[in-house]
């Protein structure tokens, strides 16, 4: 399997969303839903999957699912004060697998929840692409809300450095986030930028200290109390352990 295949569009959730969200009366309302299903679908799909289900019924869930999280208020019922809000939909998803009857969800099929558009051929080809692991599906979708948010925020310091002229520069200087990024010589980054080895330290010292600031950023909007954001960094951490 691929590693570096990615489950994408599971970025964190801040809570204000959330509470826009339940509130159909609030302008943002439409458009926070939208948002939740977008960032959850991939991963609640393959939370379906690795619990015994075949591809078709799968998406069929993952549509009635996400008509009872939103149509019923489901999502109502998630208190920042109670734990992360990965942690309530994971409980809730569960809890709709065991009673929903794969009848319900498949009059969701064919895309009659708005807020949700799943590609069926993507869905499934990004699921086979996925390492195997031996874990629990609920530790493995831990692990992919920790690679998803990850990815997330290299994408959004991406579409900074692009914002400001340096989108080339920055697919240059990427590699010092990734794994095994001690192996690459400065040299080698000054060489590919153009610039003196001086210079392209001092690039890479800020990406690095950027990467921080927005990976800390990231977290912090996912908590209701800033001092837990230490620890969800660090369950963050644990969840992409072995």
Same mark, same amino acid.
């Given at each position: 399997?691929?590693k570096?295949a990615?489950?994408?569009?599971?970025?964190? =959730?801040?809570w204000?969303?959330?509470? &826009?969200?339940?509130? /159909?009366a609030?302008p943002?309302?439409?458009a @926070?839903?939208?948002?939740?299903?977008g960032?959850?679908w991939?991963?609640?799909?393959a939370f379906?999957r690795?619990k015994g289900?075949g591809?078709?019924?799968?998406?069929?869930?993952?549509?009635?699912?996400?008509? &009872?999280?939103?149509?019923?208020g489901?999502?109502?019922?998630a208190? /920042?004060?109670?734990?992360? $809000? +990965?942690?309530?939909?994971l409980?809730?998803?569960r &809890?709709?697998?065991? &009673?929903? +009857?794969?009848?319900?969800?498949?009059?969701?099929r064919?895309?009659r929840l708005a807020?949700?558009?799943?590609?069926a051929r993507d869905?499934?080809g990004?699921?086979?692409?996925?390492?195997?692991?031996?874990?629990?599906?609920?530790?493995?979708f831990?692990?992919?809300?920790?690679l @998803?948010?990850?990815?997330?925020?290299?994408?959004?310091?991406r579409?900074e450095?692009?914002a400001?002229?340096?989108?080339?520069? $920055?697919?240059?200087l990427?590699v010092?986030?990734e794994?095994g990024?001690?192996?690459?010589?400065?040299?080698?980054?000054?060489?590919?930028?153009?610039?003196?080895?001086?210079?392209?330290?001092?690039a890479?010292?800020r990406?690095r200290? !950027?990467? !921080?600031?927005?990976?800390?950023? =990231?977290?912090?909007?996912?908590v209701a109390?800033?001092?837990?954001v230490?620890?969800?960094?660090?369950a963050?951490? @644990?969840?992409l352990?072995?």
């Amino acid at each position: 399997m691929n590693k570096s295949a990615q489950p994408a569009g599971f970025p964190t =959730t801040r809570w204000s969303q959330v509470a &826009h969200a339940v509130n /159909p009366a609030a302008p943002e309302a439409q458009a @926070a839903l939208a948002e939740l299903c977008g960032a959850y679908w991939y991963p609640i799909y393959a939370f379906i999957r690795r619990k015994g289900n075949g591809p078709e019924q799968a998406l069929d869930l993952t549509q009635g699912y996400f008509a &009872h999280l939103i149509e019923r208020g489901t999502v109502a019922s998630a208190d /920042p004060m109670r734990g992360r $809000f +990965r942690s309530f939909l994971l409980a809730d998803c569960r &809890h709709f697998l065991a &009673h929903e +009857r794969e009848r319900d969800a498949a009059a969701w099929r064919g895309g009659r929840l708005a807020v949700l558009s799943i590609n069926a051929r993507d869905a499934e080809g990004q699921y086979q692409l996925e390492p195997t692991h031996e874990q629990t599906p609920e530790r493995l979708f831990e692990r992919d809300w920790a690679l @998803a948010l990850l990815e997330g925020v290299v994408t959004q310091i991406r579409r900074e450095y692009e914002a400001s002229g340096r989108g080339a520069s $920055f697919e240059v200087l990427k590699v010092v986030l990734e794994a095994g990024s001690c192996q690459v010589s400065q040299a080698d980054i000054a060489a590919r930028l153009g610039t003196t080895e001086a210079a392209a330290q001092v690039a890479v010292h800020r990406l690095r200290k !950027r990467y !921080r600031e927005a990976l800390r950023a =990231t977290i912090a909007a996912t908590v209701a109390d800033l001092a837990e954001v230490d620890d969800e960094l660090n369950a963050l951490f @644990a969840a992409l352990g072995p």
